[in-house]
C-alpha cells in the first residue's frame, strides 16, 4: 500500500485506502433499524459494489442498542458507514467510535442523539433541513455534510485502519459515497482538498485524515428523487491532516455574498435586494421590512421586536400575543428563505434567516441599504 504524494491516493481510494493487505481483511459496518433509511442502504450497495471480490465481511449494527453482535477479529479493518456515534452502544464498536469521533469536531451533550453540525478549526457547519410533516420521523435535508474519517491505530486488541464515511443524516453519506464511487467527481473531491488544504512533504495520511464535504440538492423534488437521478453538488468545506507538529487543518474560504436593500417609499411599499450576478428580487413590505431590520439591527432582536417593527413599517395587525408574534415572524422568515434561495443563485444553499435562541440574526451574508440622497434647497 503507497500514500500516494499531494493526494493521489484519494484519487484512488478504493485501490490505496481501502487497500488489499497480506493477511487483513474488511468489515464493512452499515447501521440498522425498523426504519432503515433507503439513502443508507444505497451507500452501503455502492461500497460493497467497489470491494467485490475482495476479503470482506458485512456487518450490521442497530443503531443506538446494546444488542450483541460479532467483535471484528484482530486481522479485519474496519469501514463505518454513517457518523459513528450511533454504533457506540454497540460494545464491540465502543472503541472504534472513541477514536473516529470527538466532542471537538462533534460538538453534542446528548449521548444517544446526533447533532445537525460538524466544527473545524472555530468554523461550525450546519445541516439546512426541510420542513418535514408531523408523521415523518426521519431528517429531510437539502444541505448536508459527508465527513471522510481515515485512521490507522492500535484499538481493540489490534492495529488497524479505520476508514468512516459519516454524514450529519443520509444525505450527505450517501452523497460521500457516491462522491468516492465516481471517478469523475473523485477528481473533483481531489483538486478541491489540495486546493483547501496544499499538500506538504511531511503530511502523515496513514495516521489522521478527514475531509468535509458539503453535499446540496435543489430542494424537495431533486431530493425525493435522488436515488434515480443521483443529482446532487458537493464542495470540500474543511480537510485536516496528520503531521509532526499536530493535526494540520485547512478551511475553504467563508462565502459572504452582499445585499443591497433598495427600499421602496421609504420600506413602506416593499423593496429590492440586490446580489452582483444575479436579478433583481423584489420583496413585499413585511418580507422587506423584517430583512432590514435584520441587517440594521446591532443586536439579533426578538420575534416580538421584529413584528412590532414590522407592524410600524409595514403595517400589520398591530400586536397580538406572543405567541402569534412569533408564528407571524416564523413564517416570513421562512418565505423570505425560500423567496431569496430560488431566486439568488448566490444564496441557493444559504438560509439566511435563522433563529436562535428566541433571537433572529442573519447568517452568511453582509447587506446594506441604499438610502435616497437628500437635496438641500
Known amino acids: 500500500m503507497s ?13 490505496d485506502v481501502v487497500a488489499e493487505r497480506t493477511g487483513r481483511s474488511w468489515v464493512v459496518a452499515t447501521l ?8 443508507d442502504g444505497a451507500a452501503f450497495a455502492l461500497v460493497c459494489e467497489q470491494l467485490h471480490g475482495r476479503r470482506v465481511r458485512q456487518q450490521f449494527v442497530r443503531a443506538w442498542s446494546t444488542a450483541l453482535v460479532p467483535a471484528p477479529a484482530p486481522h479485519e479493518d474496519v469501514l463505518l458507514l454513517g457518523r459513528p456515534k450511533p454504533y457506540a452502544f454497540a460494545k464491540p464498536f465502543r472503541d472504534f467510535v472513541t ?23 472555530g468554523r461550525e457547519f450546519r445541516r439546512q433541513e426541510l420542513e418535514s410533516s408531523p408523521e415523518e420521523r426521519y431528517r429531510r435535508c437539502d444541505v448536508d455534510y459527508g465527513i471522510l474519517i ?26 460521500l459515497a ?22 506538504r512533504s511531511e503530511f502523515r495520511p496513514h495516521e489522521h485524515v478527514e475531509v468535509c464535504v458539503r453535499i446540496s440538492v435543489d430542494g424537495e423534488a431533486q431530493l425525493a428523487d435522488i436515488l ?38 421609504n420600506g413602506t411599499q416593499g423593496g429590492r435586494v440586490r446580489v452582483a450576478g444575479a436579478p433583481e428580487v423584489w420583496l413585499t413590505p413585511a418580507r422587506f421590512a423584517l430583512l432590514s431590520r435584520l ?16 407592524d410600524r413599517v409595514a403595517g400589520g395587525p398591530n400586536g397580538g400575543s406572543e405567541a402569534a408574534q412569533r408564528s407571524r415572524v416564523a413564517k416570513l422568515a421562512h418565505d423570505l428563505n425560500a423567496r431569496l434561495r430560488k431566486d439568488i ?19 452568511g451574508v453582509r447587506g446594506t441599504i441604499e438610502r435616497p440622497n437628500t437635496r438641500l434647497g
Open 3 to 15: 500514500w500516494a504524494r499531494n493526494y493521489g491516493w484519494l484519487d484512488h481510494f478504493w485501490r
Open 32 to 39: 440498522y433499524a425498523g426504519d432503515l433509511h433507503l439513502r
Open 99 to 121: 477514536v473516529l469521533e470527538s466532542p471537538d469536531r462533534f460538538p453534542e451533550t446528548n449521548a444517544s442523539v446526533t447533532g445537525n453540525k460538524v466544527r473545524f478549526d
Open 150 to 175: 481515515i485512521k490507522e491505530v492500535k484499538v481493540a486488541g489490534g492495529r488497524r485502519r479505520l476508514v468512516a464515511l459519516a454524514g450529519l443524516s443520509t444525505l450527505g453519506t450517501f452523497g
Open 178 to 199: 457516491m462522491i468516492l464511487a465516481d471517478e469523475e467527481r473523485r477528481e473533483k473531491l481531489l483538486g478541491e482538498v489540495r486546493r483547501v488544504l496544499p499538500w
Open 228 to 265: 434515480n437521478t443521483r443529482d446532487f453538488r458537493f464542495q470540500v468545506e474543511a480537510v485536516a491532516m496528520a503531521a509532526p507538529d499536530g493535526l494540520q487543518i485547512g478551511v475553504a474560504p467563508e462565502e459572504a455574498p452582499q445585499l443591497l436593500l433598495i427600499p421602496e417609499g
Open 295 to 310: 441587517v440594521e439591527s446591532p443586536d439579533p432582536p426578538t420575534a416580538k421586536a421584529l413584528s412590532e417593527y414590522i
Open 345 to 363: 443563485p448566490a444564496l441557493a444553499h444559504a438560509r439566511l434567516v435563522r433563529c436562535k435562541g428566541k433571537q433572529y440574526r442573519l447568517h
